[in-house]
């Protein structure tokens, strides 16, 4: 079974830092995307950022690009969500996603995504 295990999650002011962490366990593919989503209160959970296992290529939305990077210790079956120059609109629930697909096409809607973590929150104040 799939587990993903959030953390690194925090309150900081903005223009601080946080680094999210994803451990990953229980899978033996080795295509697979990963991603990060959030989600704020009374909104849609939206996606921040996507990983490819080949080759590792990234996406990010345009309201992070720049500021987030996502990375992953493919040693360690760990991911990671560096967020820089946080702002106060990006306080909400954090959560990695797993997507098992043959295809490294990663931007996808959160429905399709089959594994999820518990989710940990950031919170950035002015």
């Known amino acids: 079974q799939v587990q993903l295990v959030e953390s690194g999650g925090g309150s900081v002011q903005a223009g601080g830092s946080l680094r999210l962490s994803c451990a990953a366990a229980?899978?033996?593919?080795?295509?697979?995307?990963m991603g990060w989503f959030r989600q704020a209160p009374g909104k849609e959970r939206d996606m921040v950022a996507t990983?490819?296992?080949?080759?590792?290529?990234?996406q990010y939305a345009d309201s992070v690009k720049g500021r987030f990077t996502i990375s992953q210790d493919n040693t360690k079956n760990i991911f990671y969500l560096e967020m820089n120059s946080l702002k106060p609109e990006d306080t909400a629930m954090y959560y990695c996603a797993l997507l098992v697909t043959l295809y490294g096409s990663c931007w996808r809607p959160s429905n399709e995504y089959n594994y999820w973590g518990q989710g940990t929150q950031v919170t950035v104040s002015s």
């Open positions: 990983i490819w296992s080949i080759g590792s290529s990234t």
């Open positions: 229980g899978y033996s593919v080795n295509r697979y995307c």
